[in-house]
């Protein structure tokens, strides 16, 4: 199947640094990544969709200004958190779909650790 | 709304038996249905997936599925279970439009013991 890289696996920060997380499609292109909240034993929580070259689209209830996210070509989408915060802290994990295709392809996950 | 449910938070099964997960989902039309599996401190790996055709679809890992249309379901099966399978394990649906997210069940954690 289809890779999905994500880095870093682990970071921890300090409170009020900013941290960028990457997503890259190795073999194929990613018209359109996601971004998801997971939270210990439960399941994905959305936080943005983005397609490339376009703004993305955030859930209800996610900070655009402290969970900037940029896509800027069909392989790499960036997640960056402003401003973090001990309550940022959790696990997160990319996803890319090539259209049309319906299924998703996930990155590892990075887990953010704020201090 | 489309949602899908997974009943069970937690199972245990003993190594050797068969398993079975279950999965319904709630949606006007046939979605695309995916199993995926996720160890700790991991992100998901794609087990199996139904779009069309055959409603038993076979998958990674000994896995296996079947999609009843008449009771919304799409059941994980395997028929021994292995130490290495307790993970959690997530069903998924994506409606007929390739650019929105997929739906997630809440997961179902799976413990294997000896």
């Known amino acids: 199947g289809a890779v999905v890289s994500q880095h870093p696996s682990r970071v921890i920060c300090k409170s009020g640094t900013s941290v960028k997380i990457e997503c890259r499609s190795l073999?194929?292109?990613?018209?359109?990544m996601f971004w998801y909240r997971q939270f210990p034993k439960q399941s994905l929580m959305l936080m943005a969709t983005s397609n490339e070259g376009s703004k993305a689209t955030y859930e209800q209830g996610v900070e655009k200004d402290k969970f900037l996210i940029n896509h800027a070509s069909l392989t790499l989408s960036t997640l960056t958190v402003t401003s973090a915060h001990p309550e940022d802290s959790s696990f997160y994990i990319c996803?890319?779909?090539?259209?049309?295709?319906?299924?998703?392809?996930f990155g590892q996950g990075t887990r953010l650790t704020v201090v | 709304a489309q949602s899908v449910t997974q009943p069970d938070i937690h199972i245990t099964v003993s190594e050797g038996a068969s398993l079975e997960l279950r999965c319904n989902y709630s949606?006007?039309?046939?979605?695309?249905l995916f199993w995926y599996v996720q160890s700790p401190g991991q992100g998901l790996q794609l087990l199996l997936k139904?779009?069309?055709?055959?409603?038993l679809v076979q998958g990674i890992k000994g896995f296996e599925a079947e999609f009843k249309r008449s009771q919304s379901s799409f059941n994980l099966r395997k028929p021994s279970v292995h130490w290495s399978d307790a993970a959690e394990y997530f069903c998924?649906?994506?409606?007929?439009?390739?650019?929105?997210?997929?739906?997630f069940g809440k997961g179902t954690t799976l413990s294997v013991s000896s």
């Open positions: 139904y779009f069309s055709g055959d409603t």
């Open positions: 949606y006007g039309a046939t979605p695309y």
């Open positions: 996803s890319a779909r090539e259209r049309p295709l319906p299924e998703a392809f």
């Open positions: 073999d194929f292109q990613a018209t359109t």
């Open positions: 998924a649906v994506a409606i007929n439009q390739a650019g929105t997210a997929l739906i």
